[in-house]
């Protein structure tokens, strides 16, 4: 690989944490072809083929990717070679990877119901295992994503119960930012009133995480949201949309920072700086698209990559640089303005 990184495809089996690494060769790699920027720098093609990108963690001049492994891919037993996609047995029967995060050596990875810490990392393999939480309430959301906060706590969004999409969740850890300890213990709520929170960043000299939330699909459809989740916040949600109709049913509950047109679907989000990086499933109107936007209330979020192939999850930053991965199993890299 030009870019010198290694391409971790992190898998989980079902109670145990199992990592598949491979390098993933891009070079004459067949795949679509890249999205542009908007400031005109080059969009480097770091691998492909490697199911769905969901999530990114970096670890020195490591890149490790959380996929959603793909229901159709072949079983393909042989060694990997330049030019090459990268399908990996089994891969179908893996659990979804919702959120990576890298600290102390350490590779933290959520699946939903667990949270998995995987340890002893020597450039190749992990030596050590631990399941830090395994969600054992009935009745509780999965967590959408693991990240840790500059108080050295995990922090998560709660997954969409869909038959209450239009109501309140009676559990009372739902439609929520909740957090806990490094070790998997204390989960609490951070910020309520949710639909959907996605993913997360904690910008720089942030002590809250900016969350990507999703609004509803079906009906009278609302924005898409960035919140930034603060200790005892409501959003408001079911009862608030913030749909400009909605004055009165939103009063006194706290407003999201910045709007997204509805059916945007903001998953991944990155930040340099001040800067956040978003990158939105069906995009701002003429397809997926990842978009730039200060961290500042109530701003327009200006377009940064286009003219992707396929809808856009996974958005991760290492330095000056912000990684993207698609639908067709393609991980893009390109440098910030």
């Known amino acids: 690989m030009s870019h010198r990184r290694r391409l971790g495809a992190v898998l989980l089996a079902a109670l145990a944490a199992v990592t598949s690494l491979a390098l993933v060769a891009s070079s004459g790699a067949a795949g679509p072809p890249p999205p542009k920027a ?45 030019g090459e996609r990268h399908r990996d047995p ?49 009745g509780l959301p999965r967590l959408q994503r693991a990240r840790l906060g500059p108080d050295g706590r995990l922090y998560a969004g709660l997954a969409l119960n869909q ?69 005892g916040q409501d959003y408001g949600f079911p009862t608030c949309t913030w749909l400009p109709s909605q004055k009165k049913q939103c009063e006194g509950f706290d407003e999201p920072a910045i709007y997204l047109p509805a059916h945007a679907s903001p998953m991944g989000i990155g930040a340099i700086g ?8 069906n995009g701002t109107g003429k397809g997926p698209d990842v978009v730039e936007s200060k961290c500042r209330r109530r701003v327009s979020p200006q377009a940064f990559l286009t003219g992707f192939a396929a809808p856009v999850i996974a958005l991760g930053v290492s330095g000056k640089s912000i990684y993207v991965g698609d639908l067709t199993g393609s991980i893009y890299k390109v440098a910030a303005k």
């Open 38 to 82: 908007a400031g005109g720098q080059t969009v480097e093609v770091v691998g492909t083929g490697v199911a769905t990108p969901t999530a990114f963690a970096f670890a020195g001049s490591t890149v490790f990717a959380g996929f959603r492994p793909g229901r159709d891919q072949r079983r393909d037993q042989r060694p990997l070679h330049a």
């Open 163 to 231: 038959k209450y999409d239009h109501a309140k969740d009676p559990f009372p850890l739902s439609q929520a930012v909740v957090s806990m300890t490094a070790a998997g213990k204390g989960l609490k709520v951070v910020a309520s009133g949710l639909r959907q929170p996605f993913q997360m960043v904690f910008p720089q000299g942030s002590k809250y995480p900016y969350v990507t939330v999703l609004g509803q699909d079906k009906g009278k459809a609302p924005q898409d949201e960035i919140v930034v989740a603060k200790p």
């Open 90 to 138: 089994g891969a179908e029967h893996a659990p979804v990877v919702f959120g990576l995060a890298w600290k102390s050596n350490k590779l933290y990875v959520s699946t939903g119901p667990t949270i998995v810490a995987l340890g002893g990392w020597n450039g190749t393999t992990f030596s050590s295992t631990k399941t830090i939480y395994q969600s054992k309430q009935k």
């Open 274 to 281: 001040k800067t956040l990086y978003v990158s939105l499933f």
